[in-house]
């Protein structure tokens, strides 16, 4: 339970959450980005 205190509270533990905030949101739109790239090679291949 103290690590859950410290992670919300101390300067360190808010630092992290955003970091691991960061990354998901960043893999999210990387994620995007290449089904979108997919998509469009599959179409230009279909024509």
Not at 21 to 28: E, R, S, Y
């Amino acid at each position: 339970m103290d690590a859950m205190i410290d992670l919300f509270t101390s300067f360190s533990g808010l630092l992290s959450l955003g970091i691991i905030g960061f990354v998901c949101v960043m893999a999210g739109y990387f994620t995007r980005m290449a089904l979108n790239k997919m998509n469009k090679e599959l179409e230009q291949q279909a024509k």
